[in-house]
């Protein structure tokens, strides 16, 4: 019986792990930008149905009651914005409303922002008027 010599090659199954890793990090950073995106597009979204709602059923309100049936309703969808991204004016006929939602795109990883330069917020604008 001759010997026979069997050769393997060890560095292919180094690469498919690489590869697999590098795919699994893209996947992950895709979803983390989605996981912050997905919801503030919701938010934006239920922003306009109630601007769209102040203009046409709020329309002879009191400014007072408006006010009031917005606090209520944000409460409710547990959207938390500031005095300038959603804003009411009294126009001749109703109300103009003003929606100016902003998203961050800014992570933190170990303490440290990352960011792409000129995309650290998506900023998401509606108006509507009766």
Do not use: C, H
């Amino acid at each position: 019986m001759s010997p026979t010599t069997t050769i393997r090659r060890g560095g292919q199954s180094g690469s498919s792990l690489l590869k697999v890793m590098i795919i699994l990090t893209l996947l992950g950073g895709f979803l983390t930008v989605a996981g912050r995106v997905v919801p503030g597009v919701y938010n934006y979204f239920l922003l306009r149905d109630l601007a769209d709602r102040v203009v046409g059923e709020y329309a002879t309100l009191s400014l007072d009651n408006v006010k009031s049936r917005i606090q209520f309703e944000m409460t409710r969808s547990q959207i938390d914005v500031d005095d300038e991204t959603f804003v009411v004016v009294r126009s001749g006929r109703g109300y103009r409303v003003y929606v100016d939602y902003q998203i961050s795109l800014v992570f933190e990883f170990k303490e440290t922002p990352l960011f792409l330069k000129g995309y650290e917020t998506v900023t998401l604008t509606y108006e509507t008027e009766s």
